[in-house]
């Protein structure tokens, strides 16, 4: 896009400025001038805007409330506070199950085996293709796919949706064969292959999957990190840091901090955040060490949600915090007002608001 001064400032100083509003607010100003219409469908500023978002991660999380029948989806923003915004557009009752840069990956509730992609902050979606021999209903051990992944390159605009589960014949047990459909959106079409695994996920596990490198990562029950190589289909493993402490009570969940995976491990007092600086020699460093004591009475039910070098998101049964890292301060932005079905950590998941498109 062009330098050219409109008024008192120059183009680059708008842009930054319209760069910093929400989706919502962007699509506002449409109304104002011919150059500002265009700017959602310019190149050089999606860039630009999707840039300065996804160094302000949020959380989204699903509230089920027992007074009412229908569940909101709230979204949780360190700058702007918290906001209401709903998947009313895809038509359909549907689940979260993964969310990158911006888009969510939600399946139907009524009809398994329905996926769509969508933005909620744009209100577009994408109904996935069925695969014709995608056996939904043999997954081992739920009926449903133990893994759920979505991958988001904000340069390429394009996406992987990933599905892997045990099959199971009817009547039988898993036999350890691990089948993987993998969507592609430039081709619009599903690719399959198989591997023989043997390893296990935790519900958060399942949840907290994180792209990194081209890859998905998700951390195992098995004290290891199970990646998923993209550009090759290749299932390898990764190990934990090794100063990692397996004590008595201490929890471990993987996160992504400034496009590096992070563990971030939770004793009865600490809280450790450790930042993989060296993909290729898995060389992890120890990036913060936190106190809990001020939240001594959270603690077992507290959950890291998001995160970014200057604040982390943590999910317990009825609250969202942030804890501030530079002035370690600790402050609630969310809270349930009445009773909720299932504790807020069980369907919060990392977000960010792009205008990345699913089409």
Known sequence: MNSVKHGFFPDEVIFQILARLPVKSLFRTKTVCKLWYRLSSDKFFIQLYNEVSVKNPMVLVEVSEVSEAKSSLICVDNLRGVSEISLDFLNDRVKIRASCNGLLCCSSIPDKGVYYVCNPMTREFRLLPKS??????????????????????LRTQKFNVVLAGYHRSFGHRSDGTFICFVFDSESNKWRKFKSFQDYHFTHMNRNQ?????????WLTASSCILVLDLDCDIWRKMSLPDKLGYGSGNRIYMLELDSCLSLIEISDSWMN???????????????????????????????????????????????????????????????????????????????????????
């Open 273 to 359: 955040i450790w930042v993989l600086k060296d993909y290729v020699r898995e060389e992890w460093d120890l990036a913060d060490r936190v106190s809990l004591r001020c939240i001594r009475g959270l603690v077992p039910g507290i959950f890291p949600i998001s995160q970014t070098s200057e604040y982390v998101f943590l999910a317990t049964h009825k609250q969202v915090l942030v804890y501030q890292r530079k002035n370690r301060v600790w402050k609630e932005m969310y809270s349930v007002k009445n009773g909720c079905t299932l504790p807020l950590w069980f369907s919060a998941h990392a977000f960010r608001s792009t205008i990345l498109s699913c089409h």
């Open 209 to 217: 999957v994180v792209f990194v490198n081209g890859s998905l990562h």
């Open 132 to 153: 014709r021999e995608r056996p939904v209903t043999r997954f081992y051990p739920d009926g449903e796919d133990s893994l759920v992944g979505l991958a988001c390159n």
